[in-house]
């Protein structure tokens, strides 16, 4: 499954699952998850903590957020721009572009503009780093 990280820095949360602990990490983007480490995760973190804290940038996407794989394009498009949204890579923005394109009934114009600018804000970023010698 998937789980957006709507921060701009990366979120670490610990689990026990199976008798091991673990972190994971969501990085800002998309987050892959095995539907037993989300549960694991948002036990961990508590229902409470969950609602007051988290579930306002951790957010699973798609009809059935259950299942371990989602075509961002299956998405509504609201839930796929909060996913562009997060990207911080242009590869990452070019396979939801591919993704897109290939969509039944075409590319939604919102989404592919969102891709645009998402990307356009990377490459102003990478440009600001590059000027100030990072």
């Known amino acids: 499954m998937i789980?957006?990280?709507?921060?701009?820095?990366?979120?670490?949360?610990?689990y026990h699952q199976d008798g091991r602990k673990g972190v994971f990490n969501f990085v800002p983007g998309q987050n892959?998850?095995?539907?037993?480490?989300?549960?694991?995760?948002?036990k961990e973190a508590g229902e409470k903590r969950m609602a007051l804290h988290y579930s306002s940038f951790l957010?699973?996407?798609?009809a059935d957020a259950?299942?371990?794989q989602i075509d961002p394009a299956s998405l509504n498009a609201d839930e796929f721009?909060?996913?562009?949204?997060?990207?911080?890579?242009?590869?990452?923005?070019?396979?939801?572009?591919e993704a897109e394109t290939k969509r039944r009934g075409g590319p939604r114009k919102t989404v592919m503009d969102a891709i645009e600018k998402q990307a356009e804000e990377i490459k102003e970023i990478d440009e600001n780093k590059a000027n100030n010698g990072q």
Do not use: C, F, R
Request: net charge negative; aromatic share 4%; no cysteine.
């Open 81 to 97: 721009i909060d996913l562009i949204q997060g990207a911080m890579s242009l590869d990452l923005l070019t396979q939801y572009a």
């Open 66 to 68: 259950a299942e371990e």
């Open 32 to 42: 892959e998850i095995d539907p037993a480490t989300w549960a694991a995760v948002k």
């Open 3 to 14: 789980v957006v990280n709507k921060k701009p820095n990366i979120t670490h949360m610990p």
């Open 59 to 62: 957010k699973p996407v798609g």
